[in-house]
């Protein structure tokens, strides 16, 4: 059967990986696709390849559609390897193609498969005929790799937005309308949180670019399509590239024999007194992804662990140096937990969450298991803290 056309003569030619759980340390128990997309006209063009295990599934799919050798044109919108993995199968199996492609792209994929490929630099604002329709590159660097762009058919009125707008979500239908979109939206936070955060600050310009398309779809490279909800998932970036937040504070620790666990539960309830919204996470690296993207949105963190051969939990120390390439700016935290007959864990967990870029405030601890009188402190600690983040 014929692949889906998700336009006249637009066929949707990605995968659908319905069993990776886990996306080089992110979670993803929805699944991922990689998406993909062959433009039929005078001149044929494929949009993106597709990670190099799943390369002959995409070539079959082509081939259902016209032989590959009458494919003329392949545009890289980003080298990373889930997009670019497929590449040496195509260039070996459609042999009139070039690759449309930035210069900073040209760099990485003849570093990634060797020289390889017969490509043709594109800069901005850069434009092909392909009969009926054209494509307009635009390159958006470091949204998410410095060889990253995305490709705009004024004709279809689609944007084919690499990364941006994705969500790491497998579903059996293309499109937003289509499909249960909460989960989308929901999957798109978790994305934009743990891949995009750390360049937040250049999203507003790309979404105002954006805007200023007349648009009908955005194709991301993972997920289904938007087309009904376009001006929501613009919002929503504009809202997590700008760091607004709701009045919520997340609470992630982890405990050795529950005295930081009995100091988590008192905070929560002190942040709770004073009115704040609050969430607890005792940590786990499989909500490493799912805890971030609450981060995102979060005005305070607090990050709690007890000592350990005079450090913080290894457990605490991996979640800490996440936070500090993610980079969550623009959010007060401080630091909690127990220790023995020396500390060391506090001191750590402030060092780090000074290196994230969070506004460093005092925190709190005490020595072994709390007593009565360093609870009621903890729950005095959590509800000044909340004071201190709502500015009430």
Sequence with gaps: MKPQEIAKDIYDVGIRDWTCSDFHGFSTPRGVTYNSYLIVDEKVCLIDGVKAPFGPKQLYDISEVLPPEKVDYIVVNHVEPDH????????????????????????????????????????????????????????????????SMVTYCPEEQILFSSDAFGQHYC???????????????????????????????LVPNAVKLVRSLPLRMICSCHGSIWRSHINDILDKYEAWGTGKTLDRIIVVYDSMWGGTAAMAAAIMDGIQAQGMRA?????????????VSDILTAKGLLVGSPTQNGVMMPTMGAFMMYLKGLKPMGKKAAAFGTFGWAGGAQKELEAAITASGMELLPGYNCKWRPLPADIKAAEKFGYEFAQKVSGK
């Design 171 to 201: 579903c059996s239908k293309r499109f937003d309308d289509e499909t249960e979109v909460e989960n989308m939206f929901y999957e798109a936070q978790r994305y934009f949180a743990n891949i995009l955060m750390p360049y937040a600050k």
């Design 279 to 291: 969430k607890l996470y005792r940590y786990d690296s499989s909500l490493k992804a799912v805890i």
């Design 84 to 147: 670019s993995g497929s590449l040496p199968l195509l260039a070996k199996a459609c042999p009139n193609a070039t690759m449309l492609i930035t210069p900073q792209g040209a760099n990485e994929l003849k570093e990634h498969y060797g020289d390889i490929f017969k490509l043709q630099i594109v800069k901005k604002g850069d434009t092909i005929k392909l009969g009926k329709r054209s494509l307009t590159f635009v390159p958006i660097p470091m949204l998410h790799w410095p060889d």
